[in-house]
């Protein structure tokens, strides 16, 4: 099995993901046996199926499309499958045609802002994939969901889980202030949590990166 390298996120013009093959020198002097990821790459080009999938939004390069986590004015985040790795991701899709320019502004600031930070706290995003329609933000998937949505369906939570999530939270916003990141738009939509109670910081649109530690006071 060949091993996968993922590159630093990055905006495409089609449909094949930014993942990289680090093959070794057994499998490059085989040129008639097809790698897990050769394969892949082959199905997106010649697979009907795939091809199928793709145009009907089932599929976007090597991730199968599910089930929807949630929805906004501009767009909407499904569940993804990665075809090699199994990963379960969160993909947030964006329609350009209905992009204000403000909220292009938004987007771009949120992929640079996430591109630049990796914390246990705070949402990755893998990649990005732009088709000639939409934009394809691959995410770190929280499988406990929206801290908004727990409150609401469970209620009122333990102090003791509360101050546990209030202290993984303010770690996220030290590591963004140490790097000059402000969030600005830090509320329970944008807390979600992990399977083992991780709590991790997402949506960076109405971010900011400043100068100075000084100006945090003006935001």
């Given at each position: 099995?060949?091993?996968?390298?993922?590159?630093?996120?990055?905006?495409?013009?089609?449909?094949?993901?930014?993942?990289?093959?680090?093959?070794?020198?057994?499998?490059?002097?085989?040129?008639?046996?097809?790698?897990?990821?050769?394969?892949?790459?082959?199905?997106?080009?010649?697979?009907?199926?795939?091809?199928?999938?793709?145009a009907v939004g089932k599929r976007i390069g090597l991730y199968k499309l599910s089930g929807e986590l949630g929805k906004g004015n501009f767009s909407q985040v499904k569940t993804g499958y990665h075809e090699l790795t199994k990963e379960r991701v969160a993909i947030k899709i964006l329609d350009k045609t209905k992009l204000t320019a403000k909220a292009k502004k938004m987007l771009s600031r949120e992929i640079s802002v996430m591109e630049s930070i990796h914390h246990q706290n705070v949402i990755r995003l893998f990649e990005v994939i732009e088709t000639y329609t939409k934009y394809y933000l691959i995410m770190e998937h929280a499988a406990a969901g929206e801290l908004f949505k727990r409150l609401i369906s469970e209620g009122r939570m333990h102090e003791s889980e509360a101050k546990n999530i209030f202290s993984q939270i303010v770690l996220a916003v030290k590591h963004l202030h140490d790097r000059n990141i402000v969030h600005r738009d830090i509320k329970a939509e944008n807390v979600f949590l992990s399977s083992r109670g991780v709590a991790k910081l997402g949506d960076f649109g109405f971010s900011i990166t400043v100068s100075s530690t000084h100006k945090y006071i003006d935001t």
């Open positions: 099995m060949p091993k996968l390298c993922w590159r630093k996120p990055v905006r495409t013009r089609d449909d094949v993901t930014t993942m990289t093959l680090c093959e070794s020198s057994e499998e490059k002097a085989s040129p008639t046996k097809l790698t897990a990821y050769r394969k892949a790459i082959d199905n997106l080009d010649n697979d009907r199926k795939w091809q199928t999938d793709t």
